[in-house]
């Protein structure tokens, strides 16, 4: 955990962004409440995130640098946060 990695948004819901992490085809979740730059909101006509003070976007198919939070082997899951320069 910690390791940093470039990845590909493939999904966006109110909830949060899906990144997958392209050459080791894993995919993992960033929760809203941890896209801590912003207050982030759902634009579920355009599929996207929109930071509410800096208008700053995350869309399908953005690439991005994350942070490996959390792996849960039993259920394997993977959680993401935002690399520190987004």
């Known amino acids: 955990m ?3 990695f470039d990845g590909l948004i493939s999904g966006v819901t109110a909830r949060g962004i899906f990144v997958e ?16 730059d ?3 909101i759902f634009d579920e006509k355009t599929y996207r995130m ?9 869309r ?12 849960d082997r039993e259920t394997n899951q993977v959680d993401f946060v935002m690399a520190a320069n987004g």
């Not at 399908?60 to 792996?71: T, Y």
Request: glycine letters at 10%; hydrophobic letters at 35%; zero cysteines.
């Open 38 to 40: 912003d207050y982030y």
């Open 60 to 71: 399908l198919g953005d690439e991005v640098r994350i942070r490996v939070a959390r792996v």
């Open 21 to 36: 992490i392209t050459p080791h085809l894993i995919e993992g979740f960033i929760a809203v409440e941890n896209l801590e």
């Open 50 to 58: 929109v930071g509410k003070e800096s208008n700053r976007e995350y």
């Open 2 to 4: 910690g390791e940093m």
